[in-house]
């Protein structure tokens, strides 16, 4: 492949990419800084099979010189399996760009953040993971104790590096850097023990300053909701266990920061709200989150407030409408995403390219946006 290629390839951003969903149930680190270099998780739960309840923990080491994981590094993982997914889950060796990362996590493509990345995956590659009857093997059916890195076999390229590899003029010069999964992840993505993540809502929820608790809830949410109106936890455990805050927040505390991140989920369309309350049985308090409805179609976007599921998907009824009306709409959907939204349509314009499954995922979602917005100021 050529280096133009590669960079036009490069250019694309990932509409869906998939998440673990051992790593959606834990904090990877503290969600706050701190000098400490291990952290420990441990939570009880009922076991079916054993039919009693058991205790599983987490046990996780950072090194001297690069500490223990911090909360933008949640983001970089995620970047990491769409790239893994992006190559088709060949090989558990992955080659790819900065640049390339940076774009499909929402990052600008700018040295500062190409130095967080580096440091980002030094800590990442660097950190030990300890499993107590915690880590699900799908393949096994079963509750396994684990002890591994999720990655190894960093590279990175340097300046001079990559001066080089363009002064041979070779176009193979342009992903120089690569990683390669632990076999322990690796297993669980081959069992196929992942989740399908949209990518245009991460890099929305992860917009901005302080959303750490957001991305963080986010992925275990888009987990949990995936079947269902409504998800309970106990709100201590999802706090400190899941999202990873300090022991020492009180309960009004983790209230006020869960509050806060579900207002952020709420606005960008993750969720339709959440409340905290008291168990009736044992007074712990409990959030409750409610699940988005889907976003209405050509026949029920018109009424919004029905709550009926169309009766066909958008794009069967977008094939179907003739052939002048299907393409004025596409020309404004098109129009559209062109001003307001680059990334979708620098997407769409690469996918119409190939056919298949993400020529059909882009047009879907610039047609939805579209019509979103034309309903939203007609309101």
């Known amino acids: 492949m050529s280096k133009k290629e590669q960079r036009k390839q490069a250019e694309v951003i990932q509409l869906f990419g998939r998440d673990e969903m051992n790593l959606v149930e834990i904090p990877f680190g503290p969600i706050s800084k701190t000098q400490v270099k291990t952290l420990e998780v441990e939570h009880e739960t009922y076991d079916k099979q054993l039919k009693r309840y058991v205790t599983r923990k987490l046990l996780m080491t950072g090194t001297d010189a690069f500490g223990l994981p911090q909360p933008i590094d949640d983001q970089v993982i995620v970047g990491l399996k769409a790239l893994t997914c992006k190559a ?192 009736r049985k044992t007074g712990e308090l409990m959030a409750i989150f409610r699940r988005v409805r889907k976003l209405p179609t050509f026949k029920n976007l018109d009424d919004p407030e029905s709550g009926k599921p169309a009766s066909r998907p958008l794009l069967q009824q977008f094939d179907g409408m003739k052939t002048a009306q299907r393409e004025k709409l596409l020309k404004s959907a098109i129009e559209f995403s062109r001003t307001h939204h680059p990334e979708q349509y620098e997407g769409f314009q690469r996918s119409e390219q190939r056919e298949g499954e993400a020529s059909r995922a882009y047009l879907e979602l610039i047609l939805r946006t579209f019509l979103a917005a034309n309903k939203k100021n007609a309101a």
């Open 88 to 279: 088709k889950f060949e090989s558990r060796r992955v080659e790819f760009s900065r640049y390339q990362l940076c774009k499909e996590i929402g990052w600008p493509t700018d040295g500062r953040s190409y130095r967080r990345l580096e440091d980002s995956l030094d800590r990442i590659a660097s950190t030990t993971l300890k499993f107590k009857d915690y880590w699900w093997d799908k393949g096994d059916q079963a509750w396994k104790s684990k002890t591994f890195t999720l990655i190894g076999s960093v590279q990175i390229c340097s300046r001079d590096e990559f001066d080089r590899a363009r002064k041979n003029k070779t176009g193979a010069g342009y992903q120089l850097c690569s990683f390669e999964w632990s076999e322990v992840v690796w297993k669980s993505f081959t069992d196929g023990y992942v989740k399908k993540v949209d990518m245009e809502m991460f890099r929305r929820v992860s917009s901005g300053r302080s959303k750490e608790v957001a991305v963080r809830l986010y992925r275990v949410l888009d987990k949990r909701l995936y079947k269902k109106q409504t998800c309970n936890f106990k709100l201590e455990r999802l706090c400190k266990g899941i999202i990873g805050l300090s022991d020492s927040y009180c309960p009004s505390e983790m209230k006020r920061i869960l509050e806060r991140a579900a207002k952020w989920l709420v606005t960008c369309g993750c969720i339709s709200g959440m409340e905290i309350k008291p168990d």
